[in-house]
């Protein structure tokens, strides 16, 4: 069976998607695309033999489309994740699920009526093989009971539109999901750390960072977040536990001997630092669409970021430790 797939935003990430589903990923083929720009949406078609429609919603309910891609502008996530569950149609949305944590409360409850789940998001970190390594370390418990655990997330250089916020929303979401998945923890606290700035950045942007969460269980996650570092893009976890810790190897790369030093290349761009992990992502999401079930990260696991994001914004502008306000789990999505 071949899944055909209706993709909704032909931006950047989209075209890679709809690279990635025609080049990498076998048993898939986009055959209907969309966009606000509708010529560059026709354009993307001609490409890979798809039909241009008009609107989100066409795509959506087109006869002929049997799972829907969204990487569309985020706030129009909600409207057509949403319309997908109401046709029945397996549906993977890059993060943000939606951009409120109200609105990612409706698709939680969209599904659980509709009775199946059908959503996916777009945490591709779940995907990459030495996250995958370290998730296998802690489920087996070698290491006894997490205590600690420290990310980083650096970028060489943001644009001038990037703001304060969003250093939670467009960065350490992605830390946020991780450290739910890696210690399947809820996070129940968020606080902000504001050290000194760097000077390499636009005036308005508090750069770096750091969050502190705390967990149900009681683990300490701290979140470095430095996105003017300069040098590279650059990804660090390691977690503590009671016998050792796991932290996740650096990108394969050469290293070079040469005028009396030892050195070895920084990733400059997240592109190739999880370009495997985005591949995989699809792979498995397409597998999971053909038998129907799926086990990526689901309508849940957005809602939960949501609320964490928003909570760590809060954080920021107050200063203080805030609590985590978030729904109980509902017992469909514990599987």
């Known amino acids: 069976m071949t899944v055909r797939i209706g993709v909704v935003g032909t931006g950047m990430i989209g075209q890679d998607h709809i690279r990635r589903i025609t080049d990498v990923v076998t048993g898939a083929e986009v055959v209907a695309v969309t966009d606000v720009d509708i010529a560059r949406a026709e354009r993307v078609a001609s490409g890979v033999g798809a039909r241009a429609l008009p609107t989100g919603q066409d795509v959506i309910t087109d006869p002929l489309v049997d799972a829907v891609v969204v990487t569309s502008w985020g706030p129009t996530h909600a409207e057509y994740v949403l319309a997908a569950i109401a046709a029945g149609k397996h549906v993977f949305c890059e993060k943000?699920?939606?951009?409120?944590?109200?609105?990612?409360?409706?698709?939680?409850?969209?599904?659980?009526?509709?009775?199946?789940?059908?959503?996916?998001?777009?945490?591709?970190?779940?995907?990459?093989?030495?996250?995958?390594?370290?998730?296998?370390?802690?489920?087996?418990?070698?290491?006894?009971?997490?205590?600690?655990?420290?990310?980083?997330?650096?970028?060489?250089?943001?644009?001038?539109?990037?703001?304060?916020?969003?250093?939670?929303?467009?960065?350490?979401?992605?830390?946020?999901?991780?450290?739910?998945?890696?210690?399947?923890?809820?996070?129940?606290?968020?606080?902000?750390?504001t050290p000194r700035r760097t000077t390499r950045r636009f005036e308005h942007l508090q750069?770096?960072?750091?969050?502190?969460?705390?967990?149900?269980?009681?683990?300490?996650?701290?979140?470095?977040?430095?996105?003017?570092?300069?040098?590279?893009?650059?990804?660090?976890?390691?977690?503590?536990?009671?016998?050792?810790?796991?932290?996740?190897?650096?990108?394969?790369?050469?290293?070079?001997?040469?005028?009396?030093?030892?050195?070895?290349?920084?990733?400059?761009?997240?592109k190739r630092r999880f370009a495997a992990a985005f591949d995989l992502e699809f792979v498995e999401w397409v597998a999971a669409v053909r038998e129907g079930t799926l086990t990526g990260p689901g309508a849940w696991d957005g809602y939960a970021a949501a609320v964490v994001c928003d909570t760590t914004v809060e954080a920021l502008h107050s200063g203080r430790a805030v609590e985590v306000r978030m729904k109980d789990r509902p017992a469909f999505y514990e599987s």
């Open 96 to 193: 943000p699920l939606a951009t409120t944590a109200e609105d990612c409360l409706r698709i939680v409850e969209a599904e659980q009526a509709h009775g199946r789940r059908l959503v996916q998001v777009g945490f591709m970190r779940r995907y990459d093989q030495g996250y995958r390594a370290m998730k296998r370390v802690l489920d087996d418990g070698d290491l006894g009971a997490p205590l600690l655990m420290h990310c980083v997330h650096r970028n060489p250089t943001v644009p001038e539109a990037y703001h304060s916020e969003m250093a939670t929303q467009d960065t350490a979401v992605h830390e946020i999901d991780t450290i739910r998945w890696l210690l399947a923890d809820e996070i129940v606290s968020a606080q902000v750390l």
């Open 207 to 270: 750069d770096p960072q750091v969050m502190l969460f705390e967990t149900a269980s009681g683990v300490r996650a701290d979140v470095e977040v430095f996105v003017n570092c300069q040098y590279g893009y650059d990804i660090q976890c390691e977690t503590v536990g009671e016998t050792g810790t796991v932290r996740l190897p650096d990108p394969a790369d050469v290293w070079l001997r040469q005028s009396g030093r030892l050195s070895s290349g920084v990733l400059q761009d997240w």
